[in-house]
């Protein structure tokens, strides 16, 4: 089982600052505070790898992670060490220093760059996103453009069923960038009369 693999890779990585691990992948994530580095699963440790050390890592051999989601085979960015690894810690912590480099440098560039789709927005899912693409919004502008009442009324058009009227706050949430639940009962109000 993973236990083992887990206490030793934790002790070698001791020296990064604030480690702990969380179950995830059907195996545990290592992190270093907030950003994951490293996998272990299936009795071996897996280090994150990006543009930066992918291509190193295959050329040495190593094996990225691939789990099955509905079915369909997911392949991580982690990649397992070998067991000849073990013998020279040294050279697992420098690895993984590379990782942590290359998960952090990922995670800085993923939350500077906004969300691609509808659904990836604040209180909308892919069923929105399919929603507002018949009624003709079919991107982020189109919806920022059309803001929550436009965006409401063009689904109230182009639907038979009633509209719930928590899809309005949620369209409101969205492209204000919060959750539906925090939107002030004054804009609400303003939105309601503007609506009628």
């Known amino acids: 089982m993973d236990k083992p693999v887990l206490k030793d890779a934790l002790k070698i990585f001791d020296c990064f600052e604030s480690v702990k691990s969380r179950s995830m992948f059907g195996g545990f994530g290592i992190f270093a505070g907030e950003t994951m580095f490293a996998l272990v699963v299936n009795d071996k440790l897996h280090l994150r790898a990006n543009a930066d050390n992918e291509e190193e890592f295959k050329k040495?051999?190593?094996?990225?992670?691939?789990?099955?989601?509905?079915?369909f085979p997911v392949v991580t960015k982690h990649y397992a060490i070998p067991d000849e690894w073990w013998n020279d810690t040294t050279k697992i912590i420098l690895q993984a220093q590379g990782?942590?480099?290359?998960?952090?440098?990922d995670k800085e560039a993923k939350s500077n760059t906004g969300p691609n789709r509808i659904k990836d927005l604040p209180n909308l899912r892919l069923a929105n996103e399919r929603m507002l693409k018949k009624a003709g919004i079919c991107t982020i502008d189109d919806l920022f453009d059309a803001g929550a009442l436009g965006?409401?009324?063009?689904?109230?058009?182009?639907?038979q069923n009633s509209l719930s009227i928590e899809l309005l706050w949620a369209l409101e949430g969205a492209i204000s960038g919060q959750h539906w639940s925090v939107i002030t009962e004054q804009r609400r109000t303003e939105l309601l009369s503007a609506l009628s």
């Open 60 to 71: 040495s051999g190593l094996e990225p992670y691939v789990y099955k989601k509905r079915g």
């Open 99 to 105: 990782s942590l480099t290359a998960a952090e440098k």
């Open 151 to 159: 965006a409401y009324r063009a689904l109230q058009d182009n639907h």
